[in-house]
Every structure is written in structure tokens, then in C-alpha cells.
């Protein structure tokens, strides 16, 4: 693999790489759409992620070029960057630009390639770790010594700001933070974790594609993060709270009632009651209690369904055929609109759910899903194999 991604190098810029870097993907296993409430999450990095070659150029300019998509750009080293019309160039260019504002010297051109086997769309942060790759990537070679979170927090804001998706900080979080075998259990009101081991048995973690790709900028995101923000401040007429995940899902029903738009309190209610699940999914987890963990996961996607409505049909259609012999639980992860569900499948019926969810799949869809287990990975890192 890495070989063919250095001929590929080779090819393109005529010389060699110097550097090479990994950040995987993530899965959130529970708990969504609570991170930018300062609720709780419980994700994991993933095997499956993106590739960085580096190597420094004397063009004065930082050249963006992936395997994955035609379009690329070239851009001059400078105190000052603007978003291009490439949709996946301002991910990375946006950490340039953020990481540039914080280190304002030393900064010189480079050659990026990017590779990647996370299928772009599909719920599974393949932004975040190409953000989070780039940020590692100039953190090391400039020595700019950045912490890990720091360098988590430039990302989020090059998101927020840069791209302009007010996502919260779960993604790039667990991309930098991951354990192999291990969930992270995330509070993002503290932006802190405890690391749970996951321990899967006869469980796969097996990833369903949908298929329907879906852009966050081009999606209902930044209105349910609006929402969210509308019903926190009819609450906080009575209760001296600053985020939605401060109450308890009792607390939230005494006070249901300072909403007024239904709409909107469904919206706080899916938030409440999806963070009260994260922590009894850890607890189960903890206990090895699979069966209870998978019934926390089908709870969670018809939260998402009813109250937060970010599902559609394809995803509760995998979810739907999930609800089998063989699987412990399935949801949908990520932020919605389209994108991936995860089930955790017997490996006993591992053959039969593939086939089973690709023939109900296309004959109600028209078209096929895209299914492939993933193993619980460790973070970005600089890979140090020695380049050649």
C-alpha cells in the first residue's frame, strides 16, 4: 500500500516523499448530535482513513492534490487564505489558514498527497481526518509544538469558520484521540475522556454505507444546531443551565413546557434523552453487555428518527433489516441526511446480514449499499516506516 502511494508521489511531483502520515476515520457508537450541546459522545477510531505524503518544495506555494478527486490547487504561502470553489481543498486549506494565524513564521511551501479509503459522504469523518492529517502534518515539520489538542481545537475552528459547518468538536477529537479496542467515552463540555474498553466478543463492527452522500454544508446541520440554540434559551428563562445536556431527561419533562414551538422541544428532547443513553451504553460496555448496548443503539436511531428527523429512508432501511437474528443493535452514525449506519453482527451471521441487507436494500432502493466490518483503531500518527 504505501509503496504504490509513494510511486503515486513519484509520479505526480518527481521526487520523493519525505513524510508520511495516518488519521483514521471515526464511528460514533452513540450518542449523536450531543457534542455541540456539551453532552456526551462515545466514539472510536477506525482502521479505515487517510494517507499524507509530504515534501517540501521551493515554490513558495502549498500544492493540494489527492488520490481520491481530480480537482486540486495550488496555492502561495501567505498570512492570509480564502476558501476555494473545491469543496474537499478548504478542509485541509482551512487548517493551513488557521495554523498560519497561530504560527506566523517559518511556514514554507509543500507538496500534499492525499489518499484515502474512507468513502467520502458516508458519515465517517473522512473531513475530519484529512483535517486532522494536515494539522499533525504541519505541526511536525514546521515543529510548531502544538499539543494534541490544541491542534484538535485549530481543526474544529477551521471547520466552524473556514468551511463554515458549525460542527462540534466529537470528530477531530476522536480521530487524534483513539485508542485501539477502546471507545472514548467524551464529555464535550469538558473536552475530556475516559477510555472504555471495547471489547466486541463474537461481535463485528460491521459499517453500512448508504450510499446517499450527503455534504454538511449542503444539509439541515446548521439548523438543528440553530434549533438547539432556540430551545436552550426558552429553558434558561427558568433554569441557570448553558448547555442542553446539563439536565437530566426528568428535569428536561418539568420544564418541557417553557417551549413553545413542538418542533423545537422535540429537538431538546432527542439531545437530553441521547445523552442520558451514552451513559448507561458505557456502564454496559463496561459490564460486557452487549445485548443491552445493542438495544441502546436501536433506541437511539429511532430517537433520531422521531424527534430529531435526520434518518430518511435508506438509513432506517438498513436499520429496519438490522432488526434481525445476529444483530445486537444498528443505528445510524454520523450526522445523518444520508451517510452510514453501524450494526454489531454475530460473526456466525456475518455472510448471511451482508446478503440479506444487499438484496432488501436494492429492492427498495434501486441501488446497493456498501458493507465492510472496521476494527477500533489508534489516532493520527506519523508513520515510521522509512521513505523511499
Known amino acids: 500500500m504505501i509503496d504504490s502511494l509513494q510511486e503515486e508521489f513519484r509520479r505526480i511531483y518527481k521526487g520523493d516523499p519525505e513524510y508520511l502520515f495516518f488519521a483514521p476515520g471515526r464511528v460514533n457508537l452513540i450518542g449523536e448530535h450531543t457534542d455541540y450541546n456539551g453532552g456526551m459522545a462515545l466514539p472510536v477510531a ?46 485541509p486549506l482551512g487548517v493551513i489558514s488557521r495554523f ?37 502534518a504541519l505541526n511536525q515539520i514546521f515543529e510548531a509544538g502544538f499539543g494534541k489538542m490544541e491542534l484538535v ?16 468538536i466529537l470528530d477531530q477529537y476522536a480521530v487524534t484521540f483513539g485508542e485501539k479496542n477502546t471507545a472514548l467515552a467524551l464529555d464535550c463540555s469538558s473536552v475530556s475522556h475516559t477510555p472504555v474498553p471495547c471489547k466486541l466478543g463474537e461481535y463485528t463492527l460491521m459499517v453500512i454505507n448508504t450510499n446517499k452522500t ?24 427558568e433554569s441557570p443551565i448553558s448547555e442542553l445536556c446539563e439536565l437530566s431527561p426528568e428535569q428536561f419533562e418539568n420544564l418541557r413546557q417553557l417551549i413553545p414551538d413542538p418542533v423545537l422541544a422535540r429537538r431538546a428532547q432527542h439531545v437530553i434523552e441521547e445523552n442520558d443513553r451514552v451513559k448507561q451504553a458505557v456502564s454496559a460496555l463496561k459490564k460486557d453487555d452487549l445485548e443491552l448496548f445493542g438495544q441502546l443503539m436501536f433506541d437511539s436511531h429511532a430517537s433520531l428518527r422521531e424527534l430529531y428527523e435526520v434518518t430518511g429512508r435508506e438509513l432506517d432501511l438498513v436499520v429496519e433489516i438490522s432488526q434481525r ?13 444520508g451517510g452510514s449506519a453501524i450494526a454489531l453482527v454475530h460473526q456466525a451471521e456475518l455472510k448471511n446480514f451482508r446478503k440479506l441487507v444487499m438484496s432488501e436494500y436494492k429492492k427498495v432502493t434501486g441501488y446497493e449499499p456498501q458493507l465492510f466490518p472496521v476494527k477500533i483503531a489508534d489516532g493520527v500518527k506519523q508513520l515510521t516506516r522509512q521513505l523511499r
Not at 506566523?104 to 459522504?121: A, C, E, K, Y
Not at 481526518?129 to 494536515?134: F, I, K, P, Q, Y
Open 46 to 91: 477506525i482502521s479505515q482513513g487517510t494517507w499524507l505524503l509530504v515534501s517540501r518544495n521551493d515554490k513558495h506555494k502549498f500544492v493540494l492534490r489527492s488520490l481520491n478527486v481530480d480537482d486540486y490547487a495550488e496555492v502561495l504561502v501567505s498570512p492570509h487564505y480564502r476558501r476555494t470553489n473545491i469543496d474537499w481543498v478548504n478542509y
Open 153 to 168: 481545537r485549530m481543526a474544529v475552528e477551521a471547520e466552524n469558520d473556514f468551511v463554515g459547518v458549525k460542527s462540534g
Open 214 to 237: 450527503r455534504s454538511l454544508t449542503d444539509t439541515r446541520y446548521n439548523e438543528r444546531f440553530a434549533q438547539c440554540r432556540q430551545a436552550l434559551g426558552y429553558l434558561q428563562q
Open 325 to 337: 437474528k445476529g444483530v445486537a443493535g444498528a443505528r445510524m452514525t454520523g450526522a445523518g441526511f
Open 100 to 136: 498560519t494565524q497561530l504560527k506566523d513564521d517559518g511556514t514554507s511551501g509543500l507538496n500534499m498527497l492525499f489518499s484515502g479509503n474512507i468513502p467520502r459522504g458516508a458519515g465517517l469523518s473522512s473531513s475530519a481526518s484529512v483535517e486532522m492529517a494536515t494539522a499533525f
